[in-house]
């Protein structure tokens, strides 16, 4: 059972939007930066987002991550079928003093 | 250019010990923390514990703890991760990420295979 709790999977078209939502409580994404990992099948996670809203270089602006409270939310725009992938949130628990993960999120695109 | 390279599979038997390596290259070592994460066949991301930058603190999953130890030798920048008593539940694919001061995993090692199996 994972700490923060995300949607098993979601789906959308290619060119559309999608959100992915991620829960936790007040001592870690309400206490702390949130980050969004991809990974493609086989290959090792991938930063997305971090400190909630901050892309690394190299990621494009189709992603975006907010905040509000505990919980937090990753969107994608204009969907291409290489974005297939699961994505995971991630935080610091300052009451566990551990990164928490979500369950992932599977991510397809029709 | 940034790099992060572990070192390669393992096989052990149960009750054995495992120590997988992670090296970075490409920017200053010892300004950045190192977590590993693993994840079993078809699960999601597990965090087991990290090494913090500058002082090296370390801090460990509950579940993990006296299990595992986190190190890392600035000389060769390198970090590492050694698991006891080893079972089939620990069979996984463990990740080196090196951690930056928000606890954001920038940059992630290319997974190492830990196969447990008599």
């Known amino acids: 059972q994972s700490v923060l709790t995300q949607p098993p999977s979601v789906s959308a078209a290619p060119g559309q939007k999608v959100t992915i939502s991620c829960s936790g409580s007040s001592s870690n994404i309400g206490d702390n930066y949130v980050s969004w990992y991809q990974q493609v099948p086989g290959a090792a996670p991938k930063l997305l987002i971090y400190e909630n809203n901050r892309r690394p270089s190299g990621i494009p602006d189709r992603f975006s991550g907010s905040k509000s409270g505990t919980s937090a939310t990753l969107g994608i725009t204009g969907l291409q079928t290489g974005d297939e992938a699961d994505f995971f949130c991630g935080t610091w628990d300052s009451s566990l003093t551990a990164v928490v993960f979500g369950g992932g999120t599977k991510l397809t695109v029709l | 250019q940034v790099h992060v390279v572990q070192s390669g599979p393992e096989v052990r038997k149960p009750g054995a010990s495992v120590k997988v390596s992670c090296k970075g290259s490409?920017?200053?070592?010892?300004?950045?923390?190192y977590s590993w994460v693993r994840q079993a066949p078809g699960q999601g991301l597990e965090w087991m514990g990290w090494?913090?930058?500058?002082?090296?603190?370390?801090d460990y999953a509950q579940r993990f703890q006296g299990r595992v130890t986190i190190t890392k030798d600035k000389s060769t920048n390198t970090a590492y991760m050694e698991l006891r008593t080893l079972t089939s539940d620990d069979t996984a694919v463990y990740y080196c990420?090196?951690?930056?001061?928000?606890?954001?995993?920038?940059?992630w090692g290319q997974g190492t295979l830990v196969t447990v199996s008599s």
């Open positions: 490409g920017y200053t070592f010892y300004e950045y923390g």
């Open positions: 990420a090196r951690t930056a001061a928000g606890k954001d995993l920038d940059f």
């Open positions: 090494i913090g930058y500058y002082n090296g603190n370390t």
